[in-house]
Nanobody, 118 residues
Framework: QVQLVESGGGLVQAGGSLRLSCAAS????????MGWFRQAPGKEREFVAV????????YYTDSVKGRFTISKDNAKNTVYLQMNSLKPEDTAVYYC???????????WGQGTQVTVSS
């Protein structure tokens, strides 16, 4: 089991930037992929971005391509989500998740609130 702790959320004006961090306890398994998801009020949780721990391959949902960047620091067992050009529709609770490649995400953080004002 991997414990995940997110940080870095907050209130920002449209067009601004935030960087979210997700610190994983223990040593992240090289077979893991680390994902960011978000859930806005009244909506279902949606996928935002993912990074493979071993290869650093990344994927993004279309609505954040070119604005968000997912990255990792192996030494710190931490995954980041750099969010630029934020829009009010990016407002949500952002969750970090981890899981083996090819399996479900079975480790989740507590979430961090991101609010973008217009």
């Amino acid at each position: 089991q991997v414990q995940l702790v997110e940080s870095g959320g907050g209130l920002v004006q449209a067009g601004g930037s935030l960087r979210l961090s997700c610190a994983a306890s223990g040593r992240a398994d090289s077979r893991f992929r680390m994902g960011w998801f978000r859930q806005a009020p009244g909506k279902e949780r949606e996928f935002v971005a993912v990074i493979w721990w071993r290869s650093a391959t990344t994927y993004y949902t279309d609505s954040v391509k070119g604005r968000f960047t997912i990255s990792k620091d192996n030494a710190k067992n931490t995954v980041y989500l750099q969010m630029n050009s934020l829009k009010p529709e990016d407002t949500a609770v952002y969750y970090c998740a981890a899981g083996l490649v090819g399996a479900t995400y079975d480790n989740w953080g507590q979430g961090t609130q991101v609010t973008v004002s217009s």
